[in-house]
């Protein structure tokens, strides 16, 4: 069965870096999309960024953009998310989810699996 595991998170101060990680396994990973969603306390889950399976389209999040990245490891089974000037309005439980497709996707409801999630506490 399909597993995503992340991995990566921790607390940093405003202005610094951190890299997720997710491993997938269980699937031929390199048809499928993958992207990052985040969910803070009292708030809905939303998009962070997307990778198609190939890795020559990403798309981000508005909040996000010029400040993440999404790369994709070699094998297609692993996908970062790069995390550099953070904010505060960052912290948020961090989750990666992967989608049986081609295409890029950045509606939650087009990912069939998700992963456990990974906390992110940026202090100002």
């Known amino acids: 069965q399909v597993q995503l595991v992340e991995s990566g998170g921790g607390l940093v101060q405003a202005g610094g870096s951190l890299r997720l990680s997710c491993a997938a396994s269980?699937?031929?990973?390199?048809?499928?999309?993958m992207g990052w969603f985040r969910q803070a306390p009292g708030k809905e889950r939303e998009f962070v960024a997307a990778?198609?399976?190939?890795?020559?389209?990403?798309y981000y999040a508005d909040s996000v953009k010029g400040r993440f990245t999404i790369p994709r490891g070699v094998a297609k089974n692993t996908v970062y998310l790069q995390m550099n000037s953070l904010k505060p309005e960052d912290t948020a439980v961090y989750y990666c989810?992967?989608?049986?497709?081609?295409?890029?996707?950045?509606?939650?409801?087009?990912?069939?699996?998700w992963g456990q999630g990974t906390q992110v506490t940026v202090s100002s």
């Open positions: 989810a992967a989608a049986h497709t081609l295409r890029l996707v950045t509606a939650h409801e087009e990912y069939m699996y």
């Open positions: 269980g699937g031929a990973f390199s048809r499928y999309a």
């Open positions: 990778i198609n399976w190939s890795g020559s389209n990403t």
